[in-house]
């Protein structure tokens, strides 16, 4: 593998084709990808190995890396972590991120492509607010409409916001809420197992013979930014891909804004 400048249409470092592309370009970017993903410093054998290439070329790159300072290498250690450019990077492209504009793009595709209707619920101090709502085609509840508040208890948005708010925050919605809205509280123990799986759905919760399911989205910081919601025909025999697709949509959106996944991989 060269280490010039030039365009390649092979594989990089770690296996992937690539074409058309800068091979030097790519290479480095398989280190910063390594450096990136772990949970500490490395040292060079270890992140030769998860690049998949050799001690020298891993040397040799990530020196350079290191003199344009996205990389740093501990002196005592000589073990390698992401350098003051590499954050400064990452810190600016975290400020371009906006979870909710990128969950409503996400959710307009759900819907469009699935047997459910899909939306964006942001938290207000009225409780689950939708911010975004798309009919789907096949399936849709004409009711819900842009700015409207969810309850807090009957609906598997609700449920998941109370998972992950503190509870003074919760209390002070449902105060607002009409008691039309309320139900049971969910116990300690049922929001334990919401954020142990990072998915609900409720089934016949509002209406007969409809379902809704409900993901976070987390921003950079680990807080919830919004929710995903969706609603489907309970009786649909995909209703239970409709779950898995929107579980492969959190697991996909929160590498995008760089928060945590909470949804369990096994699902």
Known sequence: MQDSLTSDSGT???GHRKS??????????????????A???????????RAGTSG???????????????????????HY???????GVGVAALGRLDPVELAADAMKD?????????????????????????????????????????????????????????????????????ETFRGAP??????????????LELKAHLLPHVA???VPVFDAQGEIACVMTTVANLGDENSSEIGRELNEVAITLGKRTAGRVAIDDHR
């Open 81 to 87: 972590d992401l350098g003051p450019l590499a954050l």
């Open 186 to 199: 969910p116990t300690p123990d049922r929001l334990a197992e919401v954020r142990a799986s990072g998915w």
């Open 12 to 14: 990089d470092a770690g």
């Open 39 to 49: 949970s500490g410093p490395l040292p060079l054998g270890v992140i030769a190995k």
């Open 110 to 178: 759900f819907a469009a492509r699935t047997a459910a209707s899909a939306g964006v619920a942001i938290w207000t101090e009225r409780g689950p607010t939708l911010v975004r709502w798309y009919r789907s085609a096949v399936f849709s509840i004409s009711s819900l409409g842009l700015g409207d508040v969810l309850p807090l208890d009957n609906t598997a948005c609700g449920v998941i916001f109370q998972a992950y708010l503190p509870q003074d925050r919760v209390a002070s919605a449902r105060a607002t809420q009409p």
């Open 56 to 78: 020298s070329m891993a040397h040799r790159y990530l020196q350079s890396l290191v003199r344009e300072e996205l990389a740093v290498q501990d002196p005592a250690s000589g």
């Open 212 to 214: 809704g399911q409900a």
């Open 20 to 37: 058309g592309t800068i091979q030097s370009v790519s290479t480095a970017a398989t280190f910063l990808r390594v450096l990136a993903n």
